[in-house]
């Protein structure tokens, strides 16, 4: 029996042995079985989104519980969901909520954001009968929509985690909303080639051991957006104890001594249940590869106690700033091969085109370097984990606004939108610190100020 077998094996057994001691996995290995679980509810999910008729859905969620469905909507074609995942102020403010249905995913149903988000459409539509919820059992979110009367609360299997959700509720009741086939996803994800995902994640990981630590998965520019989904799965799965693939999605090939190169080959959208079951198989082989738990993220929660402290120690503090036209001098003379960087835009919405060509230019610059590039505090609940547990190989540029936002009262909050996306980058900041990562911070009007 080859390794890839065996590993499939111990895999599909539900075997917590596979990785260190420790581990989380016996609580979060629900994701194997859950396409068989979730194919018996098809009918139920298309009825149910059947009977809402409001002409835009918004979707409150961060991470695991917001990438899974932005992928689903763009696959869609259709802009009726809306992706809430930022407490940007400008992206906020622009939501258009007069006929709108809220969805609120939360696993844990504490999550910070999303609990000022809700706070914020609330106030505005205090209509029980719009909202619907996804969490799991016995959590906050759980409670309050049952109290206020919810128009549904999906309650989610516990021994999920959030970044292998996308086939359980949370991926596929906004896929359902979207008007997309949930039950082909379920099926397309049952018939899965489960030794090819295994094979995929053991050469993902031995490649990294090796020094080609760079995943880079070249997507095709109709699902680009699966890029989002894959690099939180990849990044905060294996970030940690110095050790970690460092995702870069891109729509172009990439190539260099320290890439390993992947593509991603989708027809229909509904072989995107395939996919998702695929990159979650290979991924939790990778970890095994690693040594390392694929399922807890030990950073992300220390940057969530900087940002609860910086918000505690009202006002913030003033950070250092540089100059945004110097940008690839100040990474040209700290980068050292096998680095990247990773771009930190702590920006509206709307910029994708804008950022991906400072992407690549920064790329071109610094002679094919891997760079990376991400909305805050939306990668917070993704590849922050990379940043801070895995290798010391990032080169942070923070992006902040130079001109602030109008101010975006919270409800029930004693801070606005403004002052919150501000503590969360700048806890973030302390914590890059705190981990010795080189760090600058730039503020800009135009993001394509960086040069």
Same mark, same amino acid.
């Given at each position: 029996?080859?390794?890839?077998?065996?590993?499939?094996?111990?895999?599909?057994?539900?075997?917590?042995?596979?990785?260190?001691?420790?581990?989380?996995?016996?609580?979060?290995?629900? $994701?194997?079985? &859950? %396409?068989?679980?979730? *194919?018996?509810? !098809?009918?139920?999910?298309?009825?149910? @989104?059947?009977?809402?008729? /409001?002409?835009?859905?918004?979707?409150?969620?961060?991470?695991?519980?917001?990438?899974?469905?932005?992928?689903?909507?763009?696959?869609?074609?259709?802009?009726?969901?809306?992706?809430?995942?930022?407490?940007?102020?400008?992206?906020?403010?622009?939501?258009?909520?007069?006929?709108?249905?809220?969805?609120?995913?939360?696993?844990?149903?504490?999550?910070?954001?999303?609990?000022?988000?809700?706070?914020?459409? $609330?106030?505005? &539509? %205090?209509?029980?009968? *719009?909202?619907? !919820?996804?969490?799991?059992?016995?959590? @906050?979110?759980?409670?309050? /929509?049952?109290?206020?009367?919810?128009?549904?609360?999906?309650?989610?299997?516990?021994?999920?985690?959030?970044?292998?959700?996308?086939?359980?509720?949370?991926?596929?009741?906004?896929?359902?909303?979207?008007?997309?086939?949930?039950?082909?996803?379920?099926?397309?994800?049952?018939?899965?080639?489960?030794?090819?995902?295994?094979?995929?994640?053991?050469?993902?990981?031995?490649?990294?051991?090796?020094?080609?630590?760079?995943?880079?998965?070249?997507?095709?520019?109709?699902?680009?957006?699966?890029?989002?989904?894959?690099?939180?799965?990849?990044?905060?799965?294996?970030?940690?104890?110095?050790?970690?693939?460092?995702?870069?999605?891109?729509?172009?090939?990439?190539?260099?001594?320290?890439?390993?190169?992947?593509?991603?080959?989708?027809?229909?959208?509904?072989?995107?249940?395939?996919?998702?079951?695929?990159?979650?198989?290979?991924?939790?082989?990778?970890?095994?590869?690693?040594?390392?738990?694929?399922?807890?993220?030990?950073?992300?929660?220390?940057?969530?106690?900087?940002?609860?402290?910086?918000?505690?120690?009202?006002?913030?503090?003033?950070?250092?700033?540089?100059?945004?036209?110097?940008?690839?001098?100040?990474?040209?003379?700290?980068?050292?091969?096998?680095?990247?960087?990773?771009?930190?835009?702590?920006?509206?919405?709307?910029?994708?085109?804008?950022?991906?060509?400072?992407?690549?230019?920064?790329?071109?610059?610094?002679?094919?370097?891997?760079?990376?590039?991400?909305?805050?505090?939306?990668?917070?609940?993704?590849?922050?984990?990379?940043?801070?547990?895995?290798?010391?190989?990032?080169?942070?540029?923070?992006?902040?606004?130079?001109?602030?936002?109008?101010?975006?009262?919270?409800?029930?909050?004693?801070?606005?939108?403004?002052?919150?996306?501000?503590?969360?980058?700048?806890?973030?900041?302390?914590?890059?610190?705190?981990?010795?990562?080189?760090?600058?911070?730039?503020?800009?009007?135009?993001?394509?100020?960086?040069?």
């Amino acid at each position: 029996m080859s390794q890839s077998d065996s590993l499939l094996e111990r895999l599909l057994a539900a075997d917590a042995g596979l990785w260190p001691e420790g581990n989380v996995a016996p609580s979060r290995l629900g $994701w194997l079985e &859950v %396409p068989k679980r979730m *194919r018996a509810e !098809a009918d139920d999910l298309h009825h149910w @989104a059947s009977t809402i008729d /409001a002409s835009t859905i918004v979707l409150l969620g961060m991470g695991g519980s917001s990438l899974g469905p932005e992928v689903l909507r763009a696959a869609a074609g259709t802009d009726r969901l809306v992706v809430l995942d930022t407490t940007e102020p400008r992206t906020v403010a622009s939501l258009d909520l007069d006929d709108a249905f809220f969805l609120v995913s939360s696993k844990s149903g504490t999550t910070f954001e999303v609990k000022a988000l809700l706070s914020y459409c $609330w106030q505005r &539509v %205090p209509d029980a009968g *719009r909202y619907a !919820a996804i969490t799991d059992p016995d959590t @906050a979110l759980a409670e309050l /929509a049952e109290e206020a009367g919810f128009n549904r609360l999906f309650l989610n299997p516990a021994d999920i985690g959030g970044r292998y959700s996308v086939l359980s509720y949370f991926g596929l009741v906004p896929a359902a909303l979207c008007g997309l086939d949930v039950g082909a996803l379920c099926d397309s994800a049952i018939g899965a080639d489960r030794e090819e995902a295994v094979e995929l994640g053991v050469k993902m990981g031995e490649a990294a051991l090796e020094g080609r630590d760079k995943v880079t998965v070249v997507v095709p520019e109709r699902y680009s957006a699966f890029g989002l989904w894959v690099e939180q799965l990849i990044a905060e799965s294996t970030g940690k104890q110095g050790k970690g693939c460092v995702p870069v999605p891109t729509t172009e090939r990439e190539d260099g001594p320290d890439r390993h190169m992947i593509t991603l080959d989708v027809g229909d959208p509904t072989e995107l249940g395939a996919e998702f079951l695929r990159w979650e198989l290979a991924t939790a082989s990778t970890g095994h590869v690693l040594g390392i738990d694929p399922f807890d993220q030990p950073d992300v929660a220390e940057t969530k106690a900087n940002v609860a402290k910086v918000l505690n120690d009202l006002p913030l503090d003033d950070v250092v700033s540089h100059d945004p036209s110097t940008v690839s001098e100040w990474l040209g003379e700290r980068s050292r091969p096998g680095d990247y960087v990773s771009i930190q835009a702590y920006l509206p919405y709307g910029q994708d085109d804008a950022l991906e060509r400072v992407r690549r230019s920064l790329r071109d610059k610094l002679g094919g370097m891997a760079v990376t590039v991400g909305y805050g505090p939306r990668f917070l609940h993704s590849t922050g984990q990379l940043h801070k547990g895995g290798p010391n190989t990032v080169l942070a540029v923070q992006v902040v606004p130079r001109t602030p936002a109008p101010s975006i009262p919270i409800p029930w909050f004693r801070y606005d939108f403004n002052t919150m996306v501000a503590a969360q980058a700048l806890g973030d900041y302390r914590t890059l610190h705190d981990h010795e990562r080189r760090v600058m911070r730039v503020c800009v009007d135009d993001i394509e100020e960086l040069r």
